[in-house]
Nanobody, 120 residues
Framework: QVRLVESGGGSVQAGGSLRLSCAASGSIFRIAGMGWYRQAPGKQRELVAELTSDGRTNYGDSVKGRFTISRDNAKNTSLQMNSLKPEDTAVYYC???????????????WGQGTQVTVSS
């Protein structure tokens, strides 16, 4: 079974920083891209940042220049969030494109999410 577990969420004042981490575990043959999405109450889930399998990074327009995604190792990714704003308040989800074995096709897995709250 494959799991993605996020950590590092919490509450912070506007202008502050948080670092989110995501760890993949279980039966994993290969992880291609990894990324972060967020969902605020009443809104659709949106891309925050992603690292593609060919090493490119993509960021949502609202976080460019403030957030940085990194691949810590083959199974972990982090999201450094600086200059946080109240509108960054959301549940943040990690996702990854994972192949479980040489006989499986890649599938997208999601973590359960971690709450980030930014107060003004």
């Amino acid at each position: 079974q494959v799991r993605l577990v996020e950590s590092g969420g919490g509450s912070v004042q506007a202008g502050g920083s948080l670092r989110l981490s995501c760890a993949a575990s279980g039966s994993i043959f290969r992880i291609a891209g990894m990324g972060w999405y967020r969902q605020a109450p009443g809104k659709q889930r949106e891309l925050v940042a992603e690292l593609t399998s060919d090493g490119r990074t993509n960021y949502g327009d609202s976080v460019k220049g403030r957030f940085t995604i990194s691949r810590d190792n083959a199974k972990n990714t982090s999201l450094q969030m600086n200059s946080l704003k109240p509108e960054d308040t959301a549940v943040y989800y990690c996702n990854a494109d994972i192949t479980r074995s040489a006989y499986h096709i890649p599938a997208t897995y999601w973590g359960q999410g971690t709450q980030v709250t930014v107060s003004s």
